[in-house]
């Protein structure tokens, strides 16, 4: 069955420290890998995707992505946290033809001043 | 321009009792798709439409359960005799018609948070 797993259901950064939030995919969902970003009591918002051709992706916000196939992953990295992103953090994949999303479970990221 | 919009945003129900959720997409977008979101995990696939038709319901977790786009536009999920297992937040996104291995972007809308007591 596709998949996408996120490691870390809870992240806490000081403010200007690194950002990494994990998510490995099987290797049966296609190629085509997102992230979101959900604040409280708002919708999914798109931070970046990974489709075809480079395999670091930028995404707004100053967050990065690179895609491993290698390792079936597509971390998601900020070099320096801001207050701003404590947020609710989705990794998911493109399930097939019907365009539908495969979620992982979220990592809910705190940021410390 | 308008985004996806979902009404309404809360709504609190009885074990037993029968809801509608609507969702309004972007306007010409024909793809709209439901996701359920419980507590704690990530969104979960339920029904896809390609304008009116529903494409793909393999996500629908029981008979319960049901959705309809009828001019291609809005889509109203419906839920019978709803139980506590129901509470969630039913998310709906729309985009562009997907055209064979490529991908369109999903807009989302804030969501209905459901409760069943």
Known sequence: AQSVTQLGSHVSVSEGALVLLRCNYSSSVPPYLFWYVQYPNQGLQLLLKYTTGATLVKGINGFEAEFKKSETSFHLTKPSAHMSDAAEYFCAGYGGATNKLIFGTGTLLAVQP | ?117
């Open chain 2, 1 to 117: 321009g308008a985004g996806v919009s979902q009404t309404p945003s809360n709504k609190v129900t009885e074990k037993g009792k029968y809801v509608e959720l609507r969702c309004d997409p972007i306007s010409g977008h024909t793809a709209l798709y439901w996701y359920r979101q419980s507590l704690g995990q990530g969104p979960e696939f339920l029904i896809y439409f390609q304008g009116t038709g529903a494409a793909d319901d393999s996500g629908l977790p029981n008979d319960r359960f049901f959705a309809v786009r009828p001019e291609g536009s809005v889509s109203t999920l419906k839920i019978q005799r709803t139980e506590r297992g129901d509470s969630a937040v039913y998310l709906c996104a729309s985009s562009l018609a997907p055209q064979g291995a490529s991908y369109n972007e999903q807009f989302f809308g804030p969501g209905t948070r459901l409760t069943v007591l």
